[in-house]
Every structure is written in structure tokens, then in C-alpha cells.
């Protein structure tokens, strides 16, 4: 099981690609920006556990309740980063 780190929007394909079941995703940056688009254009995820940091979107004046994003703080990041013993930021 891996954590990814997704920041850069024209990392998903790759990402999905490298995705498996029992994976999870956090957004950031651009890709948070963009996850509207890139979600209704994506291929279906392996994973239904995509995050975004609720302290992320508030920097950005950010709406982080997307479909399919579900909000997190950054000790829920930790409990992630604990589960998933491989991390990989796509930057």
C-alpha cells in the first residue's frame, strides 16, 4: 500500500497507472486547484481514498469539498503516512 503525494495535475495519468487497491492519494497545489477537471477526465481511480488537507484549500480560498475528496487535518495525514508504509510525491 503507497500514500501518494499528488502535486502537479499532469502527474495523475502516471499515478493511475502505478495505482493499486488499497492505495491512497492526497492532493496538493495545482492538482487540488484542478481535481474538478482532472477528475471528471480521469479514468476511474483504483482507489476511492483520495484526501485533501482542509488547511491546504483554506490557503488557496479553496472549496475543498470536491467530489469524491474528502477533507482531512494534518494529523490524519500522519495516521496515512503510518498506514501506508511506501510514500511517492508527484511533482
Do not use: K
Not at 492505495?23 to 482532472?38: C, K, M, S
Not at 469524491?68 to 508504509?85: K, N, P, R, T
Amino acid at each position: 500500500m503507497a500514500l501518494h503525494l499528488l502535486y502537479n495535475p499532469l502527474r495523475l495519468i502516471p499515478l493511475i497507472d502505478t495505482c493499486q487497491e488499497g492505495d491512497a492519494i492526497i492532493l496538493f497545489d495545482q492538482a487540488l486547484q484542478q481535481w474538478p477537471d482532472l477528475h471528471s477526465a480521469s479514468a476511474t481511480l483504483l482507489t476511492n481514498a483520495v484526501y485533501a488537507l482542509r488547511d491546504e484549500g483554506r490557503q488557496q480560498n479553496l472549496n475543498v469539498a470536491h467530489e469524491g475528496v474528502m477533507e482531512i487535518s494534518f494529523a490524519d495525514w500522519v495516521e496515512l503516512a503510518a498506514q501506508h508504509a511506501q510514500q511517492v510525491s508527484w511533482v
